[in-house]
Nanobody, 122 residues
Framework: QVRLVESGGGLVQPGGSLRLTCVAS????????MSWYRQAPGKERELVAT????????NYADSVKGRFTISTDNAKNTVYLQMNRLKAEDMAVYYC???????????????WGPGSQVTVSS
């Protein structure tokens, strides 16, 4: 059974930091690209950061570059999102995502966590 469970969200003041954690189970973690998405009220879900299955390449939304860092611990089947210098516009529900495109068939496998609320407010 595939599971992605986020934790670490909460209330933080502008300029503060949080670290989100997503623990995965039920699939071969190292074969999947891991991402964090977020969705604010009234807005579409957007990609925040991605780290490749090899763990060597990362990509970030322009809005978080230089402030957020995505990383993985393959031994723990865990992906992290370190969020620094948080702004009010970072407030959203953050979702963990695991995606793999199978070779040859190009079938896409994607799994989602239930989300973790991040509130940035003074």
């Amino acid at each position: 059974q595939v599971r992605l469970v986020e934790s670490g969200g909460g209330l933080v003041q502008p300029g503060g930091s949080l670290r989100l954690t997503c623990v995965a189970s039920g699939f071969t973690f190292s074969n999947y690209a891991m991402s964090w998405y977020r969705q604010a009220p009234g807005k579409e879900r957007e990609l925040v950061a991605t780290i490749t299955s090899a763990g060597g390449s990362t990509n970030y939304a322009d809005s978080v570059k230089g402030r957020f860092t995505i990383s993985t611990d393959n031994a723990k089947n865990t992906v992290y999102l370190q969020m620094n210098r948080l702004k009010a516009e970072d407030m959203a529900v953050y979702y963990c995502n695991a995606t793999r495109v199978a070779p040859i068939t190009m079938w896409r496998y994607a799994y989602w966590g239930p989300g973790s609320q991040v509130t940035v407010s003074s």
